[in-house]
T-cell receptor, first 112, second 119 residues
């Protein structure tokens, strides 16, 4: 069964601190791994997309890693800001263009 | 970048009435759009795949007569929740991909979402 699991479910950090979110996926055939940021009451916004041949990809203060062998990915946020408070969703793409398997998300709260 | 616009952003309707949600791709042609439903603190659940000029493909357990999808043009798909009931209250999100441009064809762009409350 194709599935994506994320941890932790929620996380509270202080402004300026770093954090790492985890994602494990069981998807076959695997196409690519995506991270999205979803603000409350809004649609998801893409942060990174990685194929199986890519190990790391950065987007500003966001750095995603991918280990296709262990089927694990992480999203590292550096020097967190209050605006980083959101849900972060890990999504694995299977096969062709149409199938996206969503994780439940990690709800991050950045406190001053 | 590509933009997908969804309207309305929120709607409150009475039980038994129908509600239409629009999803537009603003700077590309979307032959395929996707409709998702999201309950609080849960992940997005694919409801149906909307194909321009043909019938939508519904996921298992989604009532096609309840959730009517129309994709009459390459830039517009609509989702109509018919005879809405309180249990239909949820956050509905559309998505589209720009298959026409190399390098961008793996990106999925999401609308802003529509908060439906049925009273």
């Amino acid at each position: 069964k194709n599935q994506v699991e994320q941890s932790p479910q929620s996380l509270i950090i202080l402004e300026g601190k770093n954090c790492t979110l985890q994602c494990n996926y069981t998807v076959s055939p695997f196409s690519n791994l995506r991270w999205y940021k979803q603000d409350t009451g809004r649609g998801p916004v893409s942060l990174t997309i990685m194929t199986f041949s890519e190990n790391t990809k950065s987007n500003g203060r966001y750095t995603a890693t991918l280990d296709a062998d262990t089927k694990q990915s992480s999203l590292h946020i550096t020097a967190s800001q209050l605006s980083d408070s959101a849900s972060y969703i890990c999504v694995a793409s299977s096969g062709g263009y149409n199938k996206l398997i969503f994780g439940a998300g990690t709800r991050l709260a950045v406190h001053p | 970048g590509a933009v997908v616009s969804q309207h309305p952003s929120w709607v409150i309707c009475k039980s038994g009435t129908s509600v239409k949600i629009e999803c537009r791709s603003l700077d590309f042609q979307a032959t395929t759009m996707f409709w998702y439903r999201q309950f609080p603190k849960q992940s997005l659940m694919l409801m149906a795949t909307s194909n321009e000029g043909s019938k939508a493909t519904y996921e298992q357990g989604v009532e096609k007569d309840k959730f009517l999808i129309n994709h009459a043009s390459l830039t517009l798909s609509t989702l109509t929740v018919t005879s809405a009931h309180p249990e239909d209250s949820s956050f509905y999100i559309c998505s589209a991909r720009d298959f026409g441009q190399t390098g961008r064809n793996t990106e999925a762009f999401f609308g802003q979402g529509t908060r439906l409350t049925v009273v």
